[in-house]
């Protein structure tokens, strides 16, 4: 069945770091792709999403591209803050079922 | 934006007692609502995906009969855990979707429940 993998189970940075956290996903067809992020107490939170290949999706600095050649949805800022600190879940879906959740990278952000 | 609310928050039953969980959806419709759970050991298990007017999709491992949900409109959605026992704990999660076509699901804050 269609499932996404991130590869980090722990990524631990510094501010005004570069921050790559890896997404591949295996699925028939064209899937969105989406991530969401998690702060502890809280469901997760909607960030952006991408359906098509190459399309970027972004915000709060964060950003993503599809990339369909390497089943990849990478996701990247350029310079984190301690408040990004939290848990960041990239996921894959369609019109017809829910999204399938990868298993999370938890992201702590020294100041 | 999308609001989506659920309650209790926490709760905790004795084994072999049920809990109802209930997700309100407001300032939208939410025509698909998808019930997870989400354990220390596990990311999100998807346990159901309920479409208004349509029949609920149940995951493997969950069953109607052990987690029977119910969605009666466009702005709510609840589910049970009858029985409950130490494998059911978890942060129970409910994310919405907004119209039909729509793939983004937006979450509830859940609902813990601990059994004792």
């Known amino acids: 069945g269609d499932s996404v993998t991130q590869t980090e189970g722990q990524v631990a940075l510094s501010e005004e770091d570069f921050l790559t956290i890896h997404c591949n996903y295996s699925a028939s067809g064209y899937p969105a792709l989406f991530w969401y992020v998690q702060y502890p107490g809280e469901g997760p939170q909607f960030l952006f999403r991408a359906s098509r290949d190459k399309e970027k999706g972004s915000s709060r600095g964060f950003e993503a591209t599809y990339d369909k050649g390497t089943t990849s949805f990478h996701l990247r800022k350029a310079s984190v803050q301690e408040s990004d600190s939290a848990v960041y879940y990239c996921?894959?879906?369609?019109?017809?079922?829910?999204?399938?959740f990868g298993a999370g990278t938890k992201l702590s952000v020294k100041p | 934006g999308a609001l989506v609310y659920q309650y209790p928050r926490r709760t905790i039953c004795k084994s072999g007692t049920s809990m109802r969980m209930e997700c309100q959806a407001v300032g939208f419709q939410a025509t698909s609502v998808a019930w997870y759970r989400q354990s220390p050991q596990k990311t999100f298990e998807l346990i159901a995906l309920?479409?208004?007017?349509?029949?609920?999709?149940?995951e493997q491992n969950f069953t109607q009969e052990k987690f029977p949900i119910s969605h009666p409109n466009l702005s709510f959605s609840s589910m049970t855990v009858l029985n409950a026992y130490l494998e059911d704990r978890g942060l129970y999660l409910c994310g919405a979707r907004v119209g039909l076509s729509a793939e983004t699901l937006y979450f509830g804050s859940g609902t813990r429940l601990t059994v004792l």
């Open positions: 309920s479409t208004v007017n349509s029949a609920i999709k149940y």
């Open positions: 996921a894959l879906g369609d019109n017809n079922n829910a999204p399938r």
